[in-house]
């Protein structure tokens, strides 16, 4: 059985390259069904079609998802659900910061694969 685990904001990277990072905290290394991380987009339009279930929430920043001729847009605060198979476009102006989690994990290219990321020591209780 796997322990619980505890990752720190501050010792993960979140410098967006070419406009996106995710780090997928959360994956196939350790959970056989959820995988999910902490992400950043930074001006950009990033088109995808999602092979999961997937949840945002938005953590900072605004958020915009497109789907067809409709747009969603979320700040910080809002969550959205994304249904396996849908065709969008992720849109950031300026810096957006979320959560995410997709199910099945092994769907996911972030949480498909194993990594490692540092993470913090429980607290002795009594």
Known sequence: MSEVKLFRRQDLD??????????????RGFSEGLGAGIGTFEDCAIEWTVS?????????????????DKRYRAGP???LWIPRGTA??????GRVTFF?????VQNSPSTAKTTSYPTAPAEKVG
């Open 100 to 104: 995410y989690a997709v199910s099945p």
């Open 77 to 79: 605060g809002d969550t």
């Open 88 to 93: 969008l476009v992720y849109e950031a102006k």
């Open 14 to 27: 979140l410098t967006p390259r070419d406009g996106e990072v995710t780090v997928p905290v959360v994956n």
């Open 52 to 68: 999961y279930d997937e949840v945002l929430f938005i953590m900072e920043g605004q958020f915009s998802l497109r789907v067809g």
